[in-house]
T-cell receptor, first 113, second 114 residues
Framework: DAKTTQPPSMDCAEGRAANLPCNHS???????VYWYRQIHSQGPQYIIHGLKNNETNEMASLIITEDRKSSTLILPHATLRDTAVYYC??????????????FGKGTKLSVKP | DAGITQSPRHKVTETGTPVTLRCHQT?????MYWYRQDPGHGLRLIHYSYGVKDTDKGEVSDGYSVSRSKTEDFLLTLESATSSQTSVYFC?????????????FGPGTRLTVL
């Protein structure tokens, strides 16, 4: 089972920042936090990942709390094309050579004009 | 976007027929994965490969087989398709399987078994 808890849905106004929370209270010290999104039946799209420090790339910023029990994905200026299901993943199955990503239910983000 | 293609993109078949889905990558990544996505279940790993001719089972491997004869191609075969295998199938690739690496997904194949 996924080790993360996300709100099932969120709304955001176009042009505003979208802040998507994720709780992962059982995360272990060497597990990364990954964020993917899936736009209407397309393949999941990688957004960002991090271990301890905050991370930023051209798509988003990832803020991880100091105790690593929660994180927030920030889309700084949401557009209608950011409407998607966003998955927070910390359960990278590391048994042997199997790098399985275990997806939970995610947060459906609706960006509204 | 990562250079991953899947074929066919859509397929309708009948129960009992064999079906092969193809994943092709141009990134020369060592690891390749097949997932299926169903409502209420999210994405689940079927099989994965950690090199040419090196494959192993994932969470939901029953009824599926895979082959990888070249780095760039990973085939998923349903020997005798059943209605329960109606799903959307995604291929993914990664350079390593280690923590901190990233998996990139293909566009998916929508399979309907009648």
């Amino acid at each position: 089972d996924a080790k993360t808890t996300q709100p099932p849905s969120m709304d955001c106004a176009e042009g505003r920042a979208a802040n998507l929370p994720c709780n992962h209270s059982t995360i272990s010290g060497n597990e990364y936090v990954y964020w993917y999104r899936q736009i209407h039946s397309q393949g999941p799209q990688y957004i960002i990942h991090g271990l301890k420090n905050n991370e930023t790339n051209e798509m988003a910023s990832l803020i991880i709390t100091e105790d690593r029990k929660s994180s927030t994905l920030i889309l700084p200026h949401a557009t209608l094309r950011d409407t998607a299901v966003y998955y927070c993943i910390v359960d990278l199955n590391y048994g042997g050579s199997q790098g399985n990503l275990i997806f939970g239910k995610g947060t459906k983000l609706s960006v509204k004009p | 976007d990562a250079g991953i293609t899947q074929s066919p993109r859509h397929k309708v078949t009948e129960t009992g027929t064999p079906v092969t889905l193809r994943c092709h990558q141009t990134e020369n990544h060592r690891y390749m994965y097949w997932y299926r996505q169903d409502p209420g279940h999210g994405l689940r790993l079927i099989h994965y490969s950690y090199g040419v001719k090196d494959t192993d089972k994932g969470e939901v491997s029953d009824g599926y087989s895979v082959s990888r004869s070249k780095t760039e191609d990973f085939l998923l075969t349903l020997e005798s398709a059943t209605s329960s295998q109606t799903s959307v199938y995604f291929c993914a690739i990664s350079l390593t399987s280690g923590r901190g690496d990233t998996q990139y997904f293909g566009p998916g194949t929508r399979l309907t078994v009648l």
